[in-house]
């Protein structure tokens, strides 16, 4: 173990809190599990050099250390409980201990060592996967904290269950040796082992054994873990699913970014340039320093210097920060000074997000890249009924409820900093970058990345909302930027919701182009898709619309991009948001063509939640809708089928080079193990559209869509929309129900049927699709960022709305299990899929669809219930709330 990472025994009984006595047992996910020598082998998972996971006191009770950001979707918990439910502990006797950014040593390695030459599956096969003599990563270390993409717990499911089995097993393995039985002839149950006789011992009791025994090994492990049925927390389990900070939440104690209050600490809030990639000039600090309580008065970055936007990855935007003893003194003092700030707002000035529309709409009448292509579209296009559409979607905030916030301190050449983050190691990243005197950049290569980290701390609070916006670090940049200027005196940075709407990394403004024809039964015999959206890998990497490239340059960040996750090229999008519902579109039509336009960038973009999801979305299940009904048909039975009886998507066969499978394989993982054995290591996730059907019929069914339909044929003004999409692995069914009167239209209910494999923690799954079906209602009729003169137009939530309890129609969810078929081919152990983000995306469509079949207009852009504008040619509708 390296002097850098060493974590002594008693710093880390401190760290979790659990005190001197307690005996560090299983401590490591790591290639050799180790639990102070006592345990070999056991996951082979986590570095050796990572921080404890699990400490058990020698009372035994457990200490587990989350590592993972916690946003309200239960994660902490969740986790723990597959690792306590493996390890049939007792919940009553545990505790969570946050862990601090630490992004190595949370990564999760193979447990055997592939040889060089076998050839694993994508996207373990890539450019990216390190060499022979570096760690072999199933979870990479940048992205074992990144809590974004919806994928914790499918990516660490399994890990934490071959922990906590693993630690089971030990347990009765030792019970056994002590009582002279079988193995077999023992059980564990609420941290007790049982045995023949009536025998029971507490794994207190247990603990100085382990030692004595044969470590077990991966495949030990894996042939006792549980089936479904015997879960005692997870999915269907015996026990209520515990969500330990639920308590602490409703009445007021959870320590969120604005909570930390360090001794000696100021405050600062930033007035910052309104346009991308400007510049200060000249300011007069003086107004400021006048308010009683400001301190400071300090640049972000010295004057002239073009900051953050198009392709500054995480550097903040130009600004000027007012620094006070109280957050009132620091926001009067910062109105003081706004009148005396000159800045050069640079060529994104003139940027006009309306007049953008119609370049986007002009790219996509264009051909673009093709990015997946099956038979002759052009031919059939020319032989069939035309349908065509376009449909547009305006770049969109998050808003998270808790605006951006971060402490930091720097003292002794590194930088401490506390904030609510999704990507600790970005955060920890670029406050270590600073302290070394650098730009708030993340380092490019592997040196520039440890020095990074080695230089700062981040200490993780709990997350007031993210929705991707708090996994870009700009905002703990600029504390730490502040910081490195008032060495030992520890900063707090705190936007106010204008600052968080103005300065957001914004979700694509994309525009969708779709024609099809039909052939003589209505069928689609052709289909025609472009996409064009403004990507955020052109904010992440510098291009062509970067002020102050040489060629050198931009060719050393084009090359950059192209080998980063099949980043693309500038002005295109990158593999993974085109893995977004657009080269997985899943409907079963012969002659098919996708491409992806150009979209050049002027202001910061981001990814929000769902992501490419939204605009692709809102394109493909609303062109389906058109379709039925220039066909003549139902709207869900055309629907399913166009999804037909369900496959595997033949994406390799029909030209997409690389699918972005949310970084997850298509196909299971398996590597040789002891004894020639084939152990699998990671389940496969492949488009698979017998569920997206499955969850098509059942939302169907639970919405009750056949008898409405025949009832409302008899009513004016009533009308069903459904909608189905794949995102982040999990399969989600919308159908929305409204009336409409005039241009005044009401939603009356929307019913919403998810498959996400195993529902882990069904609670939390059932929470998180009525949230996620708010928010997509939300930006569907009310959201909207527009930019003029290259700054964003709306302030707060008075012109930036949010959809309110009163006008939230009723929401009723329901969890799918898999199709039989599949559950079989899993061998009964379907792998847990994402659920943060894939309610949202379908409900948009949905709406739009049933507004028209309620006699209404067929939208064809968000948001839909603004007043039409002179001149708009957009369809809108006014909200009417019951």
């Known amino acids: 173990m390296s002097a850098k990472y060493r974590v002594s025994r008693r710093a880390f009984l401190r760290a979790a809190g659990v005190g001197t006595g307690a005996v560090v047992f299983g401590s490591y996910l790591t290639p050799t599990l180790q639990a102070q020598g006592l345990i070999h082998n056991l996951i082979n998972g986590f570095p050796v050099d990572g921080i404890p996971v699990v400490a058990l006191k020698l009372n035994g009770d457990v200490v587990i250390i989350t590592f993972r950001s916690e946003m309200g979707q239960g994660i902490r918990s969740s986790l723990a409980a597959v690792l306590a439910d493996e390890m049939e502990a007792d919940w009553k006797r545990i505790t969570l201990r946050q862990a601090d950014a630490d992004a190595v040593k949370f990564a999760v390695t193979f447990p055997y060592k592939v040889a060089a030459d076998y050839k694993l599956p994508y996207p373990f096969n890539t450019k990216e996967f390190p060499g022979p003599d570096k760690p072999q990563y199933t979870i990479v270390p940048e992205g074992s904290q990144f809590t974004d993409s919806s994928r914790s717990m499918t990516a660490f499911y399994q890990v934490m269950r071959l922990y906590g089995a693993g630690l089971r097993l030990t347990f009765i393995r030792v019970a056994a040796k002590k009582w002279g039985v079988g193995e077999k002839d023992c059980r564990a149950e609420k941290h007790r082992v049982y045995g023949p006789g009536g025998r029971s011992i507490d794994y207190r009791w247990l603990l100085a054994g382990a030692k004595k025994v044969k470590p077990p090994t991966y495949l030990e492990i894996n042939a006792v873990l549980k089936k479904p049925e015997d879960f005692r927390y997870i999915g269907n389990g015996k026990e209520k699913m515990p969500f330990v900070d639920a308590a602490d939440m409703v009445k007021g104690k959870t320590v969120y970014g604005a909570d930390v209050d360090v001794p000696g600490m100021l405050t600062a809030m930033i007035e910052r340039c309104p346009v991308a990639n400007g510049a200060l000039l000249t300011y007069d600090p003086n107004p400021a320093l006048a308010v009683p309580g400001v301190r400071a008065v300090l640049p972000m970055f010295p004057p002239g210097f073009r900051a953050g936007g198009v392709g500054m990855g995480f550097i903040p935007h130009a600004g000027v920060a007012v620094v006070a003893t109280n957050t009132w003194a620091a926001l009067q003092g910062r109105r003081a000074l706004r009148p005396t700030i000159q800045w050069d707002k640079g060529r994104h000035k003139d940027y006009d997000s309306t007049e953008f529309r119609t370049e986007l709409e002009k790219a996509t009448a264009n051909r673009g890249k093709s990015v997946r292509s099956k038979g002759n579209v052009d031919a059939a296009l020319a032989a069939g009924t035309p349908v065509e559409a376009t449909y547009y979607i305006p770049h969109l905030a998050q808003t998270p409820m808790e605006p951006p916030v971060a402490t930091a301190l720097f003292k002794d050449g590194r930088m401490e900093v506390w904030a609510a983050t999704q990507s600790p190691d970005y955060a920890q990243q670029v406050a270590g970058q600073v302290a070394l005197g650098h730009l708030p950049s993340l380092p490019t290569d592997e040196e520039g990345v440890e020095k990074a980290r080695q230089a700062a701390t981040v200490h993780m609070t709990m997350v007031g909302g993210g929705f991707g916006r708090k996994s870009k670090p700009d905002y703990i940049a600029e504390a730490a930027l502040l910081a490195k200027q008032m060495p030992g005196v520890p900063i707090r940075v705190q936007w106010t919701r204008e600052d968080d709407v103005k300065f957001s990394y914004y979700n694509a403004v994309s525009s969708q182009h779709l024609k099809a024809a039909l052939g003589v039964d209505g069928r689609p015999t052709a289909l025609l898709q472009r996409s064009a959206f403004t990507s955020f890998f052109a904010t992440l990497f510098p291009n062509s619309d970067t002020p102050g490239l040489s060629p050198a340059e931009l060719a050393g960040a084009t090359q950059l991009r ?225 930019v003029k003169n290259g700054a964003v137009v709306q302030n707060n939530f008075d012109d930036y709305p949010i959809l309110r309890i009163h006008q939230t129609p009723k929401i009723h969810t329901y969890i799918q299990d898999p199709p039989a078929e599949v559950v079989k081919e899993y061998d009964g152990n379907v792998p847990p899929t994402g659920v943060g983000e894939p309610p949202t995306p379908a409900v948009a469509p949905a709406i739009a669809n049933a507004i028209f079949a309620a006699g209404g207009p067929r939208i064809r852009a968000i948001p839909f219930a603004t007043k039409k504008e002179e001149g708009s040619k957009d369809e809108k509708i006014v909200l009417h709330f019951t």
């Not at 098919?592 to 050049?600: D, F, H, K, M």
């Not at 809102?618 to 066909?631: L, P, Q, R």
């Not at 939302?699 to 004016?716: F, H, I, L, P």
């Not at 919308?734 to 009167?741: G, M, P, Q, R, T």
């Open 562 to 786: 192209a080998s980063f996750v099949d980043g693309g090229t500038y002005p295109y999008g990158s593999g993974i948001e085109r893995a977004q519902g657009l080269e997985d579109m899943p409907f079963d039509i012969p002659n098919i063509r996708i491409e992806n336009c150009e979209a050049r960038n002027h202001i910061r973009v981001g990814w929000m939640r769902s992501v490419a999801n939204i605009y692709h979305a809102f394109g493909i299940c609303s062109f389906a809708d058109e379709m039925a009904h220039a066909a003549g048909r139902d709207s869900k039975d055309y629907l399913l089928e166009l999804i037909g009886n369900g496959r595997i998507l033949p994406l390799p066969a029909e030209e997409v080079a690389e699918y972005r499978n949310n970084e997850l394989p298509l196909k299971m993982i398996e590597v040789p193990a002891e004894g020639s054995k084939m152990a699998q290591i990671v389940p496969g996730f492949p488009p698979d559209t017998r569920r997206l059907r499955g969850v098509a019929e059942a939302v169907a069914k639970v919405s009750g869509w056949d008898e409405k339909v025949k009832q409302y044929k008899n009513m004016k003004g009533r009308g069903l929309g459904i909608a189905v999409h794949r995102s982040f692995l999990s399969y989600v069914g919308i159908v929305a129900d409204v009336s409409v009167n005039g241009n005044e239209v009401t939603i009356n209910d929307i019913y919403g049927v998810i498959d996400c494999g195993l529902a882990v923690n069904r609670d939390r799954v059932m929470a998180q699709m009525e949230g996620g079906i708010v928010y997509g209602l939300s930006y569907a009729l009310l959201g909207e960022i527009t």
